[in-house]
C-alpha cells in the first residue's frame, strides 16, 4: 500500500478513484495540438486541423510527441483527475515500449510529481486500441507551480494523443 509521502501514480485504463464533486474544482482541456512536441505531426482533416497529433514508427524519430502546457498555479490546490487520451496501433514485439507519460513541476526543474508509467506493448493487449491513462490519487499543487504532462513515445507502436484533462480543486 502507498503512503501518503509516496508520489501517486499513473494508471492505464483505470478510472480515478476521486470523484468531482465539488463547485471549487476547475476542469482544463487541451487538445493533441494544442502543446508542443518534439516528434509526430499534427493531422488535418477535411476542414482544417484535428486537434490529433500522430506518431508513425514507419515516419518518425521517438522523443516527446507532447509535453506542457505549463499551467501556472496561482494559489494552492489538488489535482484531482489527470486524464491523458491515446491509442495506439501497429505493435510489434510484447517487450518494444510504445510510450511513457509523466507529469511534472516545470518550475522545479522536471521534478516528479506522480511516477511515470512506461506501457509496453504486452501492456495493450485486448485494450481495443485505446490506451487512456489516468491519475491515481490526487496531488498537492502549491503557488507557483508550472504544471507540465509529457508524452514520450518509445518506438514500439504508432501513437495518436488526443489530448488531455485536469480537473483542480482550488483550497
Given amino acids: 500500500m502507498m503512503s501518503e509521502n509516496e508520489a501517486p501514480g ?20 487541451w487538445d493533441g495540438t494544442d502543446t508542443p512536441s518534439r516528434t509526430g505531426e499534427d493531422l488535418a482533416g477535411y476542414d482544417g486541423d484535428t486537434g490529433i497529433r500522430e506518431f508513425l514508427v514507419t515516419k518518425h524519430s521517438p522523443g516527446y510527441l507532447s509535453y506542457g502546457p505549463y499551467l501556472e498555479i496561482g494559489k494552492d490546490a489538488s489535482l484531482e483527475r489527470l486524464i491523458f ?35 509496453y506493448v504486452k501492456d495493450l493487449l485486448n485494450k481495443n486500441i485505446a490506451c487512456n491513462v489516468y491519475l491515481m490519487r490526487k496531488v498537492a499543487l502549491t503557488q507557483g507551480m508550472r504544471i507540465e504532462s509529457r508524452v514520450k513515445v518509445h518506438g514500439g507502436g504508432d501513437v495518436r494523443f488526443y489530448g488531455l484533462f485536469y480537473g483542480i480543486h482550488y483550497l
Avoid at 87 to 111: M, S
Fill in 85 to 119: 487520451f491515446l491509442d495506439a496501433t501497429n505493435l510489434k514485439y510484447l517487450d518494444d515500449a510504445v510510450f511513457e507519460v509523466d507529469i511534472v513541476d516545470h518550475a522545479a526543474g522536471g521534478k516528479n510529481l506522480v511516477n511515470p508509467l512506461v506501457v
Fill in 10 to 29: 499513473l494508471s492505464l485504463n483505470a478510472a480515478n478513484e476521486q470523484p468531482l464533486t465539488s463547485l471549487l474544482t476547475t476542469p482544463y482541456r
